[in-house]
Every structure is written in structure tokens, then in C-alpha cells.
């Protein structure tokens, strides 16, 4: 283990060198993304020790890895498929992609996107509960706005500053982030501007690619002006210790190196593959198959439950090997079809995981080990509603105990399964999540107190200078036309709900700590009654 540890840490110092040099602009990184060997070690070893890459384990995906990031084709005339329903009336605004037959052409951004658009249906459609949460993310600033100093202390932990002027979007990157997360989060604003063309205020912000957060609260105190207020970083994950803006991750957009397609295709897969076996014809068993060896101990933890002299622990737990599963080819089933238990286990592994959507999705009851760090939908989930909660400090036991009442209580299971899935579905459409990203950036757009400026290193990114130099990127490129945004939104953004006022958002996360405590108790009164006989 610790030797690959090191080739690993080594390949990526190499990647990032190498990157530096070539870091001249986005699209050129891209393209030069193409595949060498070593690329493939690197990509190999980011799989076995990245902690939210390691939940693919739980789904093997279907195609080699290796060939996603090797076998590029020729893709340049690729038709590209509409991501919104669109009256015909509506324009289509297609990549207006410069043909680069050689290395002296650039591709520009084209100048007759619309730059503000009115909606033509009127909608009062009130937006999902978490987005209440934005405000409460922001809140830190309410009083001070962001100036230049308190922006400029972010730059040490960020992988790149994104800067929106005048609707246009421009990056300067100071690391390449893993694969292509940062790649796909900023194709996804690029993506928010074309649906919401004048909506996006003037804003500068930094963004951290990493699974944790970065800045802790305890590191900042209002009473040391030093300090305060702390500096905003955006990033895919929060922690009730951390100030970090929590943002939706890349693979909304796109997980290429793992073959996970754009939200909206995979979404519909995932739907459908829900209906593939009944649930009472599935396995009576929770399941989870990953990744054990990731940073903290939570996991390996997790996988003792798979043992018991005196009683079935009802779990089926796999760890998996991936150098023996890049030996086969990484010949596995796809994510939809991973509903074949009337249970599933969600675990984090060094952070928040990206797998979450995807376990959720399936409608077999989840259990969900009670997770440290959340993404922007999962704060409005409900315990005993859309999941049932487990103890990270009693695992074995509550895992046991779900399982048995569910197969006891196979209709409510049934039911907590089919609401937790159905949250997903309807809360996470991709309106909504672009929704989310506006009312974010809106609110964050409003605290700049400094001058927005584009700095002199940065170049302006738009979808065609991203795309269009992709002509041998199967994946990336699929992902980028799968999910463009074809035209402005014809419909508005939802409206926002009322933000929580005072001790309403106390209250909510009691009730959650009470229906936990129940839960509990009834799992408590369950190992009493049985260590006594
Ligand atoms: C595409 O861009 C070129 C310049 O780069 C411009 O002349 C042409 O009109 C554009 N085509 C469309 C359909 O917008
Ligand atoms: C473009 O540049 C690459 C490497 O920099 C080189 O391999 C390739 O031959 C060049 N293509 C043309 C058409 O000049
Ligand atoms: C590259 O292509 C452009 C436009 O097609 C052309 O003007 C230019 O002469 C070409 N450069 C070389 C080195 O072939
Ligand atoms: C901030 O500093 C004050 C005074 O030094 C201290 O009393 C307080 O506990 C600190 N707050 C936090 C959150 O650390
Ligand atoms: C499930 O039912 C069996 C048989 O009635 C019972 O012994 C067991 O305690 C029940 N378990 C739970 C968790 O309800
Ligand atoms: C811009 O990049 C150059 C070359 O990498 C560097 O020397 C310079 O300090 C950068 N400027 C800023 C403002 O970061």
C-alpha cells in the first residue's frame, strides 16, 4: 500500500508540474489531456486513493477506465442534444466551434449569445427547502460585505479565481485540480450564464477542488479584526464547523474518468433501473460495496459488521481490489443497475461523496451512516422520511436492526425508500440545481465590496473555448454536449423560500436529533430484550 501511495503521490506532483507549464489557458490544459501511460498510472492510483472517488467501488462501472481516457475519437461533428425542453420558437444557439485544423487558429468566444433574456411563462413555483440554506452559508458576510482583503486570504487554498464581468466568465487558474473536476465546475456556470443571461452580478470568487473544507471556524473569531470576517472559498461540501460556500460538484456535469454521464442522462437511467427488479424480489440484505482504505477509520469499521458468531449481521459488505478489477477490465454493472438489495448503506470516506445522489436515487431504503459533511440538497433530507439514520458509533447493530424491521415492515421500508428516491428525482432536477447555483452567486454577488476586476492572468473561458478544441475526448466532450444549455430558460428561476427565521433552523435540526434519538431507542430496547434472553 504505502509504495503505491508514493507512486501516486509522485505522478501527481509530475501531472502538476507538468501542468504549470502548460497552464497557459483552460482549453490548453484540456487538450493536452490526452492519454499517456503515465496518465493512466495517474488516473489508476487517483482511484485507489482519492477518498470520494473511492465509493466507485460500490458500482464498477461498465467500460474500462482506461479506454474512457485512451481510445479518444474523433468527435468534432458530434450532433449535440438539447438539455431543455424549449418551445420551438426559441433559437437554438449551438457551439459556433472555429475549425482547428492547425495549431495556429484559436477559438473565440462568440459575441451573439443573448445577454439578457425575459422569460416568457411566469411561474410561482416555490424552490426546494435547501435552498434556504444559502442564505444561512452567506450569512458570516452579512454585515462586512466581501472587500479585497478578506477575498484575497481564500487565494492560498484555492485552485482557481472565476471572475464574471459583464455576463462574460473568466479564469485564472493557480493548480490544476484532480482529473477534471475543476474542468466540469466551471462548465457548469458557463452553463448557468447561457440560461440565465443578465441575471449573474458582477463577482469575483475562489474555488477549492479538495473533498474537505478548508476554512474552520475555529481558526477565525470576530473579535480579533485580524481574522474577521474569515475569507469566502467555494467548494462542493460544508461542515457545521466550517465556513466554506457549499456549491454543487462536478459531477452534475460530468465524471468522465469514472464514465459517469451529466446528471440529467444518468438520472433517467438511474429512474429506470429502479424498476428492473421489484422490491420485494430483492435481496433482503443491506448493501455496500467500496472502498475500506481511505483516510479515517470509518469505513474499515464498517466492514467488521459483515462478522458475528451468534446472530446474521443481514449485511453485505465488499471491498474491492482495484488492481484486480483493472485486471478484468473493470468489467462490472453500471450504476443503474446497483437496485438489486432492499437495502443500501451510505458511508462517507474522507469527506462528503459524490455517490450520495446516486445511492439515494435507487429506491431500496438507504441507511445512512450519519454523515459529518454535507453537499447543498442533502440539508433538508428528513430521517425515517427519506432515509434511515445510522450511528456512526454503532454501526453493526443499527444496521442489523434496520434490516429486520424492514423486512418485518416491508411496506414502510418500501415507502422511506420510494420518498428518499423521489427526493432525489424531483428536487435534484437540473433547473433546480442551476436555480441553487444562481440564487448563490446572487447572493454572494451582492456581498462584493472591491472593484471586480479581471486579473492580468486570466483568460476568458466560455463553452466554445472549453469544447470545441475537444476533438479526441470522447468522454469529456460527450459529457460537455450532453449537458449544454441550448438557449436561455424560458422559465424563471423558481422562488426563493422564506430564508429560517429566528429558531426556526433550530428547531428543524431538533426534530431531526429527535426522530435519530427514537430511532435509537428503539434499536437500544431491541439488543436489551435480546442480551437478556
Ligand atoms: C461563428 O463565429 C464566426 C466568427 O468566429 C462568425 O463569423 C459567425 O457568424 C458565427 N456563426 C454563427 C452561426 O454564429
Ligand atoms: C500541433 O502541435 C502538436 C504538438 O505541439 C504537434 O504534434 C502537431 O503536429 C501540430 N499540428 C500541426 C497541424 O501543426
Ligand atoms: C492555420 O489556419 C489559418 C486559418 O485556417 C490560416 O490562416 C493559417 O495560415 C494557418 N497556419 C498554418 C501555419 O498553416
Ligand atoms: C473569540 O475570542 C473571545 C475573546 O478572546 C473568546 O472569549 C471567544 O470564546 C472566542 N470565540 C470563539 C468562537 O473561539
Ligand atoms: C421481526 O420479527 C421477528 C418475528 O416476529 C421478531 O422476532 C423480531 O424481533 C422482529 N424484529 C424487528 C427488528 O422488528
Ligand atoms: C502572471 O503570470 C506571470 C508568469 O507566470 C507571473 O510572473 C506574474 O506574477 C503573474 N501575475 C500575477 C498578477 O499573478
Aim: glycine share 4%; with cysteine.
Amino acid at each position: 500500500m504505502r509504495e503505491n501511495i508514493h507512486v501516486a503521490q509522485a505522478t501527481e506532483d509530475h501531472h502538476h508540474q507538468r501542468q504549470h507549464k502548460l497552464a497557459t489557458s483552460l482549453s490548453s490544459n484540456l487538450a493536452k489531456t490526452r492519454a499517456t501511460a503515465k496518465i493512466h498510472i495517474f488516473v489508476f492510483f487517483i482511484f485507489l486513493f482519492s477518498a470520494s472517488l473511492s465509493w466507485i467501488f460500490t458500482f464498477v462501472l461498465g467500460e474500462s477506465i482506461f479506454q474512457v481516457t485512451s481510445v479518444f475519437t474523433i468527435n468534432s461533428k458530434k450532433s449535440v442534444t438539447t438539455t431543455t425542453n424549449i418551445p420551438k420558437t426559441i433559437n437554438k444557439i449551438q457551439l459556433n466551434c472555429t475549425l482547428l485544423n492547425n495549431n495556429t487558429t484559436t477559438q473565440t468566444c462568440p459575441s451573439n449569445y443573448p445577454t439578457k433574456f425575459e422569460p416568457t411563462i411566469t411561474s410561482s413555483e416555490t424552490c426546494p427547502d435547501y435552498f434556504r440554506w444559502i442564505q444561512q452559508d452567506l450569512k458570516v458576510w452579512q454585515e462586512t460585505g466581501i472587500t479585497r482583503e478578506t477575498l484575497e486570504r481564500a487565494k492560498p487554498n484555492s485552485h482557481f479565481r472565476l471572475v464574471i464581468k459583464s455576463g462574460r466568465l473568466y479564469v485564472d487558474q493557480y493548480v490544476k485540480a484532480y482529473q477534471t473536476r475543476d474542468v466540469f465546475t466551471i462548465w457548469g456556470i458557463l452553463q448557468l450564464l447561457r440560461m440565465y443571461p443578465g441575471q449573474i452580478p458582477d463577482l469575483e470568487l475562489l474555488f477549492l477542488c479538495y473533498d474537505k473544507p478548508a476554512i474552520w471556524k475555529r481558526d477565525f473569531n470576530k473579535t480579533r479584526k485580524d481574522t474577521w470576517p474569515p475569507p469566502p472559498l467555494f467548494r462542493y461540501c460544508g461542515h457545521r464547523d466550517a465556513y466554506d460556500i457549499v456549491f454543487p460538484d462536478w459531477s452534475f456535469w460530468g465524471w468522465p474518468e469514472v464514465n459517469i454521464k451529466e446528471w440529467k442522462k444518468l438520472s433517467v437511467a438511474l429512474q429506470e433501473g429502479n424498476k428492473r427488479v421489484k422490491w420485494k424480489d430483492r435481496i433482503p440484505y443491506a448493501y455496500w460495496k467500496g472502498n475500506p482504505h481511505v483516510a479515517t477509520p470509518i469505513r474499515k469499521d464498517l466492514m467488521r459488521c459483515s462478522f458475528s458468531d451468534k446472530y446474521d449481521p443481514m449485511v453485505r459488505l465488499y471491498a474491492q481490489d482495484w488492481r484486480i478489477e483493472s485486471k478484468k477490465g473493470f468489467k462490472g454493472s453500471n450504476l443503474e443497475d446497483q437496485c438489486t438489495h432492499r437495502y443500501k448503506i451510505y458511508i462517507e470516506g474522507e469527506a462528503w461523496s459524490v455517490s450520495e445522489k446516486y445511492i439515494l436515487s435507487c429506491d431500496s431504503m438507504t441507511l445512512l451512516v450519519k454523515p459529518e459533511y454535507y453537499d447543498f440538497f442533502i440539508r433538508s433530507m428528513v430521517p425515517m422520511k427519506h432515509y434511515w439514520p445510522i450511528r456512526q458509533n454503532n454501526k453493526c447493530g443499527d444496521l442489523k436492526f434496520a434490516v429486520e424491521w424492514g423486512n418485518n415492515n416491508t411496506d414502510k421500508a418500501q415507502v422511506i425508500g420510494r420518498q428518499g428516491s423521489n427526493y432525489i428525482m424531483k428536487n435534484l432536477e437540473m433547473k433546480y440545481v442551476y436555480d441553487y447555483m444562481l440564487y448563490v452567486l446572487q447572493g454572494y454577488g451582492k456581498l462584493m465590496k472591491l472593484d471586480v476586476t479581471v486579473p492580468e492572468n486570466a483568460t476568458e473561458v466560455c463553452s466554445e473555448t472549453m469544447a470545441c478544441p475537444i476533438t479526441d475526448g470522447r468522454m469529456i466532450r460527450e459529457c460537455m454536449d450532453d449537458s449544454l444549455v441550448m438557449s436561455p430558460s424560458v422559465m424563471p428561476a423558481c422562488v426563493l423560500p422564506q430564508p429560517y427565521g429566528d429558531g426556526e433552523l433550530e428547531r428543524f435540526l431538533e426534530k431531526q436529533e429527535n426522530v435519530e434519538r427514537e430511532v435509537e431507542k428503539w434499536t437500544d430496547e431491541y439488543w436489551n430484550l435480546r442480551s437478556r434472553k
